[in-house]
């Protein structure tokens, strides 16, 4: 038994520890144990396999170090903490699910670099300030990410560091190479230095290429302890003078270095030896540019360590569909939504048809109201109530430990000050303890220390001993962990346990539940109501003999049978209402179904609809097209008798009244047909109809909506009046360009009470032909002599198209400008043959 409470280090950071040792910094390393001291979290996150379901979690750091950060952390007993550090893992588990996750960097291992750095005088050689180089490198990558999600992830922006200036990290770069070497342009002397190394290597290698050939010898120039020398035969007459730095195995050769290449040998040793120092000062100078920031790499690495540990534990949570659970502090109710234990989740495969024995997690909901503190599950062997107990426990564990669990939105978890566990075979032969010692000695310790803030997970409770005496023991003992306000989790098979939750507040009965027919567990857990163990169907099912099986069915307490039997009942009646409610499910399935198809059917109507009103408004436009041909050819029958009239006498004049009278008739009854047409398919005009609406009125002149009443009236502006109208009489047009409305506020067409002047000021030379037009009929019908047309003078295209419209029509007698009193060449005056 492991007791976990909490505690602060000596420079106040909280951990978590047993019996005040400290165990584990939250987001940090563990600090070491001591020689012999054992892991004071071993007992109850050993039982849980909280270490193997931390080391999933690790495998999605991006480096070593931030591994190690996840596989340190330990559950923290205060709920602040807890809670921000679930929100941040929450707030990046969303953007990683909206494909926007941060991307973490790993950084070197630079505990003991800053350590050296910290020591005055101290010089780091180039691969420690090639460590250093690449934690400044990935930092700028982690706070250029942190700056990206801030608005998103609150929570995780205050993680950023502060950065030094540019020019620290180009200093670096430009005197490293990747490999931690130094580069020629860290300084010019080092330059300078390494050039004269290489000029004077190749006047050396010459030199001695030259005099190699000269003996005759063989093979080519090397190098013998630093020096350049040429194989010579030892007995060679004509050996050069010289030092002789060794011999080959057989001793027929000499490696040579001849005085006459020893001066240039002697100046490249310089050179290097220039160059070693030029190195040394580069890498003394990095240094003291670097102490002075020992702490801001310092901050920087703890960042980069952090947002990886951050980013890991986001992207577990996204891979185990987990969510962020409310948390409260125990004593408090308990709720575990779709909750699932992460390490089935991980041996689950991707695609379940590709595996040889597919693997499915049947999810769990586990709930403690108010004034329910104990549950206690039951239910046959292999039916999955360890992996459940160990689930919650987990679920409890981790999400204490700032790793949100695979539980589903909507759990509720308490944050417990203590967890006390007793999981599996006790049994030490070194200790001398049986199965049931030791289960009797955790036992005592957790009645010694559970209190209304402790989780107890006990597992076969009562087991290992006489099963009356057993069960005895753990009634007296669930009753007083309840009485007590500890949130316990409970698992047996002894049947007089099961009927505790009737005589004790605060404990309730839960199963797992098994399928009778196939005697396979189905997993599904279900509250209030005690499991069977199935011990003897089990055993019929593994083939053992009927006569042993009889025997033992008549050796079972009368008591346990009748339990038996009712719980057959129950489960019986359980089946019964879960087939009625599947039933009904599918019942409430096809109605919904039929709800759909007339919904679509309703659409497709709906599409029909519409279909047919685009149909009507083809032949609305058509009709339009019909009615504008007509007026046509029938303004062609007025031009032809007013032509007759002018060349013949009275009576064909007459005539040619006539005929004009029953054409502008016509006209007016294809006008008339063609606004029935729109009124009877737009329906009512007043509901089309809004201030600023272009309007064409029974008598064929335009104008603009200018107020929509109430009593089905509307306010018509025509030229400089404003008309009165039903909205009956009234037929909508299309609407204007924006820049024909601009340039025309109000429309100035002829009128009844306009029909002697038109106003074509403001437009186009198009307009102003149909306007001129639509005058001169009106004009004609009502026999006015004459018509004033006001064009403006401007740059004349709308006068000289009104002139040309004039020279072309044989109704006009004549035309000309007005006096220069009444408009002059800005209005032309048109009069009509009699």
């Not at 563990?30 to 931390?54: K, Y």
């Not at 659970?325 to 709720?335: D, F, K």
């Not at 549950?375 to 430990?401: E, H, R, Y």
């Amino acid at each position: 038994m492991t007791e976990l409470i909490e505690t602060k280090s000596p420079d106040g950071v909280l951990v978590s520890s047993d019996a005040g040792t400290p165990s584990a910094f939250l987001g940090d390393s563990a600090p070491p144990a001591g020689a012999g001291q054992p892991d004071p979290w071993a007992a109850p996150l050993a039982d849980l396999e909280f270490p193997a379901v931390l080391e999933l979690v690790a495998a999605r750091a991006a480096g070593p170090l931030g591994a190690a950060s996840i596989r340190a952390r330990r559950p923290l007993s205060d709920p602040a903490p807890v809670r921000e550090e679930l929100l941040r893992v929450e707030q990046l588990a969303r953007l990683a699910r909206a494909g926007r996750g941060v991307v973490a960097e790993a950084v070197p291992d630079a505990a003991a670099i800053f350590a050296r750095l910290r020591v005055s005088g101290s010089v780091l050689d180039g691969q420690e300030l090639l460590a250093l180089r690449r934690t400044l490198t990935a930092a700028r990558l982690v706070v250029g990410e942190l700056r990206r999600v801030a608005a998103d992830a609150p929570q995780v922006a205050p993680l950023e560091a502060p950065l030094p200036a540019k020019p620290l990290e180009k200093r670096l770069e430009q005197s490293l190479d990747d490999d931690g070497a130094v580069r020629d342009s860290a300084s010019p002397a080092l330059a300078a230095a390494r050039s004269d190394i290489r000029t004077g290597r190749e006047r050396l290698v010459q030199k001695l290429e030259q005099l190699l050939r000269a003996v005759g010898g063989e093979g080519g120039v090397t190098l013998r302890d630093g020096r350049y020398v040429i194989p010579v035969p030892r007995d060679l007459r004509s050996r050069p003078d010289g030092i002789i730095h060794g011999e080959s195995a057989s001793g027929a050769t000499l490696y040579l270095e001849p005085a006459a290449a020893i001066s240039l040998g002697n100046a490249m040793r310089e050179a290097e030896a220039r160059a070693t120092r030029e190195e040394l000062k580069v890498l003394r100078d990095l240094s003291e540019l670097l102490r002075p920031h020992v702490a801001e790499l310092r901050a920087l690495h703890q960042m980069c360590v952090a947002v990886d540990d951050l980013a890991a534990r986001a992207k577990w949570a996204v891979e185990m569909d987990g969510y962020l659970p409310e948390l409260a502090a125990a004593p408090c109710e308990v709720r575990i939504m779709n909750g699932r234990h992460p390490l089935l989740l991980a041996a689950e495969p991707p695609d379940r048809r590709a595996a040889e024995r597919p693997v499915t997690v049947v999810p769990f909901d586990l709930s403690l109201v108010a004034g329910e503190r104990t549950i206690l599950l039951s239910g046959p062997n292999t039916g999955g109530k360890s992996v459940l107990l160990k689930a919650a426990g987990l679920a409890v564990a981790l999400a204490q430990s700032g790793i949100i669990p695979p539980v589903g939105p909507g759990s509720l978890l308490p944050v417990c000050r203590r967890i006390f566990s007793d999981i599996g075979d006790r049994q030490s032969i070194a200790a001398s303890l049986s199965t049931f010692s030791a289960h009797v000695t955790l036992l005592r310790e957790i009645l010694d220390h559970a209190d209304e803030g402790s989780l107890v997970l006990l597992d076969e409770i009562g087991s290992g001993t006489d099963p009356a005496e057993g069960a005895a023991l753990a009634a007296a003992a669930l009753v007083a962990l309840t009485r007590r306000g500890a949130l316990t989790i409970a698992t047996t098979h002894l049947g007089a346990l099961k009927r505790l939750a009737t005589s004790t507040p605060g404990i309730v009965n839960a199963s797992l539940q098994f399928d009778a027919a196939t005697l396979r567990p189905t997993y599904l857990l279900v509250k209030g109501v005690p499991g069977r163990s199935y011990g003897l169907a089990i055993a019929r099912r593994l083939g053992v003999r009927e006569d042993v099986l009889a025997e033992a069915e008549a050796q079972v307490p009368d008591a346990e049978r009748s339990l038996d039997a009712l719980l057959a009942q129950v489960e019986g009646r359980e089946r019964d209402l879960a087939e009625r409610e599947r039933e009904l499910r599918l019942r409430l399935e096809t109605a919904e179904a039929h709800a759909a198809g007339l919904a679509a059917q309703a659409e497709a109507q709906e599409i029909r609809d519409a279909t047919l009103r685009r149909r009507e408004k083809d032949a609305e436009r058509a009709a339009r097209e019909q009615a504008r041909t007509y007026l046509l050819e029938a303004r062609e029958q007025v031009e032809a008798a007013i032509a007759k009239a002018g060349t013949a006498g009275d009576d064909s004049a007459r005539e040619a009244r006539r005929a004009v009278e029953q054409a502008a008739a016509e006209a007016a009854g294809a006008l008339r047909a063609m606004d029935d047409l729109e009124r009877r398919l737009g329906g009512s005009a007043a509901r089309r109809l809004e201030a600023g609406t272009r309007v064409r009125l029974q008598s064929g002149t335009t104008g603009r909506v200018l107020e929509v009443r109430s009593d089905d009236k509307v306010v018509v502006g025509v030229g400089s009046l404003k008309l009165v109208l039903e909205s009956g009489t009234l037929t909508p047009l299309a609407a204007e360009p924006p820049s024909r409305r601009a340039a025309e506020p109000s429309p100035r067409e002829p009128t009844e009470a306009t029909s002697f002047e038109i106003d074509l000021r403001g437009l186009t030379g198009d307009e102003a032909e149909q306007t001129v037009l639509a005058a001169l009929d009106a004009a004609v019908l009502a026999e006015q002599p004459y018509l004033r047309i006001i064009h403006g003078k401007g740059t004349g295209v709308v006068r000289d198209r009104v002139q040309l419209v004039l020279r072309r029509d044989r109704r006009v007698k004549s035309h000309a400008f007005a006096p220069a009193s009444q408009g002059g060449t800005g209005v032309t005056v048109a009069e009509f043959t009699a």
